[in-house]
């Protein structure tokens, strides 16, 4: 480590308590996507402390802070930071007020875009950055409550359910030429990133016709058994996945009825359907789309089956030399690296800003539990929180450090899928659909 290195890790070191204050009360004051004011606002207030400019409420609850704005034009490098987290009312941080907790270990990258914040706005070390950095806190990466999202739509609020994909939309990453990523890891320490599935979202509506239940059954449509063959349908179409796709349909009924004594009238299916490629999530959808039809046709129901673009899949990217030098020093060689072999069948609107521009990810341990678990915590906060700041600050200033080379060669050595915004725009709309149809 060079002699700015050694003051960015010692700066860190010293407000240690500070990063670790701030980290707890995220924790602790967990939001969902969209929602995020509350998160968003402690955000923005310690970006304010510092002296930096401010851009807020990008896709409802966005918020940049622009660290040597001047520099914009030779390069230009975001620090994310996601602000969601989970309803999980059952975990010992829930918040009160919105049943969430972190159970994702969002708050962990807020604290870490916070801590190199108060190092690299160092004076001398800011003034050593040949380009721009953008700490940028970014919403709703969970995808949840798509009945919630989908009236931000309808009120024009948002377009897409992704937090990234909206912020794509708007251009908040124009400017943007590489950005900078961190999740945290049940197995500890990490460079690079894999693939993982893309996926659509659906809401699969049948209507059937209500009647007396065990006065007048042969008067009504039951949609709930409708859904019920639909299911079983989606089911038998399993074995035609190939394990290589990576395929998960996960449907949930929501609404299966009002009243014990009355022929359902009315059953809803909420489902994401995954895939390792557009392809693949593509002939899942399909195949689930032709599986809900079926079960309307036998019971002679009407069916709306509503989709929605998701995320896409992420694209492998290898972790530069000079920032794996950089985290081998700092975690005391404790730390693996993902082959581009490594897929994960979850998702993340991450694979969406990877389409368009670089995205470099590490991973820091100190939790044990589950993601997404209500048994989730951190029990190291070195590891989770400061460990997470220096990795952000150090790989920032090798990435901008003399004209920004190593910055630039990342940039230029990239190509994207999409040649612009537009075109994303475009490929993501084209999974806006709504098909109806009746057997009544
Ligand atoms: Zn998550
Ligand atoms: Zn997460």
Same mark, same amino acid.
């Given at each position: 480590?060079?002699?700015?290195?050694?003051?960015?890790?010692?700066?860190?070191?010293?407000?240690?308590?500070? +990063?670790?204050?701030?980290?707890?009360?995220?924790?602790?004051?967990?939001?969902?996507?969209?929602?995020?004011?509350?998160?968003?606002?402690?955000?923005?207030?310690?970006?304010?402390?510092?002296?930096?400019?401010?851009?807020?409420?990008?896709?409802?609850?966005?918020?940049?802070?622009?660290?040597?704005?001047?520099?914009?034009?030779?390069?230009?490098?975001?620090?994310?930071?996601?602000?969601?987290?989970?309803?999980?009312?059952?975990?010992?941080?829930?918040?009160?007020?919105?049943?969430?907790?972190?159970?994702?270990?969002?708050?962990? @990258?807020?604290?870490?875009?916070?801590?190199?914040?108060?190092?690299?706005? +160092?004076?001398?070390?800011?003034?050593?950055?040949?380009? @721009?950095?953008?700490?940028?806190?970014?919403?709703?990466?969970?995808?949840?409550?798509?009945?919630? /999202?989908?009236?931000?739509?309808?009120?024009?609020?948002?377009?897409?359910?992704?937090?990234?994909?909206?912020?794509?939309?708007?251009?908040?990453?124009?400017?943007?030429?590489?950005?900078?990523?961190?999740?945290?890891?049940?197995?500890?320490?990490?460079?690079?990133?894999?693939? !993982?599935?893309?996926?659509?979202?659906?809401?699969?509506?049948?209507?059937?016709?209500? !009647?007396?239940?065990?006065?007048?059954?042969?008067?009504?449509?039951?949609?709930? &058994?409708?859904?019920?063959?639909?299911? @079983?349908?989606?089911?038998?179409?399993?074995?035609?996945?190939?394990?290589?796709?990576?395929?998960?349909?996960?449907? +949930?009924?929501?609404?299966?009825?009002?009243?014990?004594?009355?022929?359902?009238?009315?059953?809803?299916?909420?489902?994401?359907?995954?895939?390792?490629?557009?392809?693949?999530?593509?002939?899942?959808?399909?195949?689930?789309?032709?599986?809900?039809?079926?079960?309307?046709?036998?019971?002679?129901?009407?069916?709306?089956?509503?989709?929605?673009?998701?995320?896409?899949?992420?694209?492998?990217?290898?972790?530069?030399?000079?920032?794996?030098?950089?985290?081998?020093?700092?975690?005391?060689?404790?730390?693996?690296?993902?082959?581009?072999?490594?897929?994960?069948?979850? &998702?993340?609107?991450?694979?969406?800003?990877?389409?368009?521009?670089?995205?470099?990810?590490?991973?820091?341990?100190?939790?044990?539990?589950?993601?997404?678990?209500?048994?989730?915590?951190?029990?190291?906060?070195?590891?989770?929180?400061?460990?997470?700041?220096?990795?952000?600050?150090?790989?920032?200033?090798?990435?901008?450090?003399?004209?920004?080379?190593?910055?630039?060669?990342? /940039?230029?050595?990239?190509?994207?899928?999409?040649?612009?915004?537009?075109?994303?725009?475009?490929?993501?709309?084209?999974?806006?659909?709504?098909?109806?149809? &009746?057997?009544?």
């Amino acid at each position: 480590m060079d002699s700015n290195e050694q003051l960015i890790v010692d700066a860190i070191d010293k407000r240690r308590d500070e +990063i670790i204050e701030f980290a707890n009360d995220i924790y602790k004051h967990a939001e969902l996507g969209y929602k995020e004011f509350r998160t968003s606002a402690k955000f923005k207030e310690s970006m304010q402390k510092l002296g930096l400019q401010i851009e807020e409420d990008l896709a409802i609850t966005g918020v940049k802070a622009f660290l040597n704005p001047d520099r914009k034009n030779n390069f230009s490098l975001a620090l994310m930071g996601e602000l969601d987290a989970l309803r999980i009312p059952t975990h010992k941080f829930a918040y009160e007020e919105t049943k969430g907790a972190h159970c994702c270990g969002h708050h962990a @990258q807020l604290a870490g875009v916070v801590g190199a914040a108060l190092a690299l706005t +160092i004076p001398e070390i800011a003034d050593q950055l040949d380009g @721009q950095i953008e700490f940028f806190a970014v919403p709703a990466e969970e995808y949840g409550e798509v009945e919630f /999202k989908n009236k931000l739509i309808e009120e024009g609020k948002i377009k897409y359910g992704g937090g990234k994909c909206e912020l794509l939309r708007i251009g908040a990453f124009d400017d943007i030429d590489v950005a900078l990523a961190h999740h945290i890891n049940a197995k500890g320490n990490r460079i690079g990133s894999g693939s !993982s599935n893309g996926f659509v979202s659906k809401v699969i509506r049948i209507i059937g016709k209500a !009647s007396h239940a065990a006065g007048a059954p042969e008067e009504g449509i039951n949609a709930l &058994s409708a859904a019920t063959l639909g299911l @079983q349908a989606l089911g038998l179409n399993r074995e035609t996945f190939r394990d290589e796709d990576a395929v998960r349909v996960h449907p +949930i009924l929501t609404k299966g009825g009002e009243l014990v004594n009355v022929v359902p009238k009315e059953a809803v299916i909420e489902t994401l359907v995954r895939g390792k490629t557009i392809e693949a999530f593509t002939d899942a959808a399909l195949k689930t789309d032709r599986s809900f039809k079926a079960g309307a046709l036998a019971l002679g129901a009407d069916y709306v089956i509503e989709t929605m673009p998701g995320y896409l899949p992420e694209i492998p990217q290898a972790f530069p030399e000079e920032l794996k030098e950089a985290f081998r020093e700092l975690t005391n060689n404790d730390f693996t690296e993902v082959n581009e072999d490594f897929h994960t069948n979850g &998702s993340t609107d991450v694979g969406d800003v990877q389409h368009l521009l670089p995205v470099l990810t590490f991973n820091t341990g100190g939790m044990v539990g589950g993601l997404h678990q209500d048994n989730f915590d951190i029990v190291d906060e070195e590891t989770a929180y400061i460990l997470t700041a220096k990795m952000f600050a150090i790989s920032a200033y090798r990435l901008l450090k003399n004209n920004a080379v190593l910055g630039k060669s990342i /940039k230029d050595n990239y190509e994207p899928r999409f040649k612009n915004k537009e075109e994303y725009i475009k490929f993501m709309d084209s999974f806006n659909q709504v098909e109806k149809g &009746s057997y009544k």
